[in-house]
């Protein structure tokens, strides 16, 4: 009888411990955040309280008090008192250097006059060495309270911006990057007579008498900067690497304090991959970059697949994409149309890259399995693409999944819209643009134009089409809550509305900025949503931004970024 007691006792023992096993807990978290209104953007669970994350990855997404399990001693314990949770923003069209480099020049971007541009010029050359090259960006003439006299189509002549600049060259770029003005110092280095001529996808504004006024557009813009350059070149390499190394930590600290968590850095050189690569190794970049590359054929055929990245350290650095642009922006009349501008009437744009040089790029990237994002801004260089994209994904039947992408999609011939869904097409779209460009896209494009092709994001999604957003930023500031508020108001300063039919849903525009931007760099298996599994970049909101009143939109705050779970960023209270 004893030896059936202890063999009993034995036997349950045996089966407590197994069944204990079997049964373990739930495992412990480095980081749970509690008591939120988490917006997860997973159709599976929209909506939950709590997030649970481990060594970077979100592990559980519930209730608090299902969270609550994950917490032991070592946990760190997050009380959102109902703030807002989202996945991290994702800018799908942004100039990360140029993040940077706008915190070391002036900042043209809310001057209302060019009188008002000159004296910020002014006010830099009293602070500048003898010689010292004086930048900014910015400027936009529509946005100007008042035309410059003497002008070229609203453009202003050089000569007040040469007075208070006699001996430091000054050149000042265009909001959209796509013309710049120069003063006359920098004009005389750079060789520029009124013989000078235009370059091949580029024109020198000249006046009645053939001269320079000193704005550059397109490609003519590289007149002037391959001798701004040069004046670089004379800088050692330490002196190079440590500016370029600041110009950086300036874009992320700019970045992570808007909640942006990954961006698509539109187009760069192999020098800055090195670049961003020793940074990741050193573990001095705590953001995502997904990485365009923009060089020439020739290079990109001999060194393509050397610099090929796929979530390199830890998903900090991935290079699968090739950068290209067809045309200019409609700010400076270097889009592409169909037409003639309404304002300009002997002009319909720029094709500023040979449709035979993008054939070869295409050819290129599809053999290579790369990504390829074409710059089409007018509804010529639009249709141009996609009849290249079609042509090209026919002669590789094979290939499949490319997303390949139009960077900006702005302008479009109705006939045009569909076929973005029908090709697997992204439309690389930013919401800012709509309101910022608005007041002037009639004057550009008149309002039939306008109407049926202008920022078309809801014919788009109805079609089928991927949507991701942005803001080109330097461009436009890299806010999101910005581009986010102009995609689902279409609300001019003016307070009118730019054909608010085309509005996103708060919940579309949400997508726009995370999911979709994580499907267009073929990362939607690890970011752009709360889902166990899936890396930890997230932001702490201020106010819920899918219910909240449309006019408190804008008076959202970042109150946190997170990126791999680890907080890169706090508001100061």
Known sequence: MKKIIIFCLVFLLVSLFSITSCQKGP?????????????????AVPEAE???????????????????????????????????????????HAHFMGIGRSKLTIDLRDCQSWEEIVEKVKQAVAQAQPGEWILGRGWHQEKWDRIPQPNINGLPFHHQLSAVSPEN????????????????RAMELAGITAETPDPDGGEIVRDKQGKPIGVFRETAQSLIRRVYAQHQAKKTPEEREQELRKIVLLAAEECLA??????????????????????VDEQQLNLRLYVMVTESNDRLAQRLNEYRLEGYQDHHLTVRAIKRFIDGALGAHGAWLLEPYV????????????????????????????????????????????????????????KKDLRWRIEHAQHLDPTDIHRFARLGVIASMQGIHCISDGPWVLKRLGPKRAEEGAYVWRKL?????????????????????RSFYASVTRRLKDGSLFYPEERMTREEALRSYTLNGAYASFQEKILGSITPGKL??????????????????????VLMTFVGGKRVYKKKD
């Not at 994350?53 to 994950?70: C, F, L, P």
């Not at 909001?175 to 120069?182: E, F, L, Q, R």
């Not at 808007?258 to 940074?279: N, P, Q």
Request: net charge negative; proline share 4%; hydrophobic share 40%.
């Open 343 to 398: 304002d300009l009437p002997a002009s319909t744009g720029l094709n500023t890259t040979p449709i035979e040089v993008l054939r070869q790029t295409a050819l290129l990237a599809i053999e290579n399995d790369w990504q390829l994002c074409i710059h089409a801004i007018g509804d010529r260089a639009n249709r141009e693409v996609l009849n290249l994209y079609e042509e090209v994904f026919k002669t590789h039947p094979e």
């Open 461 to 481: 999604i109805d079609s089928g089409a991927v949507i991701c957003n942005g803001t080109d930023a330097p461009v436009e500031d890299v806010d999101p809550i």
């Open 536 to 557: 930890a970049d997230l932001v702490v909101l201020s106010q819920n931004i899918l219910t909240c009143p449309e006019d408190k939109i804008l008076q959202t705050k």
């Open 27 to 43: 495992e412990e978290a480095d980081l749970v955040i509690i008591n939120g209104q988490v917006i997860t953007v997973d159709q």
């Open 258 to 279: 808007k909640g942006v968590t990954c961006v698509h850095d539109a187009g760069v050189s192999l020098e800055t991959i090195d670049l961003y690569k020793r940074m």
């Open 169 to 184: 060259p000054v050149l000042l770029t265009h909001a959209s990057g796509h013309s710049s003005i120069a003063n006359a």
């Open 50 to 92: 709590a997030v649970a994350i481990r060594d970077g990855i979100i592990i559980a997404v519930g209730k608090t008090k299902e969270i609550n399990h994950y917490i032991s001693d070592r946990t760190e314990v997050i009380d959102l008192q109902g703030k807002t949770l989202i996945p991290g923003f994702i800018d799908s």
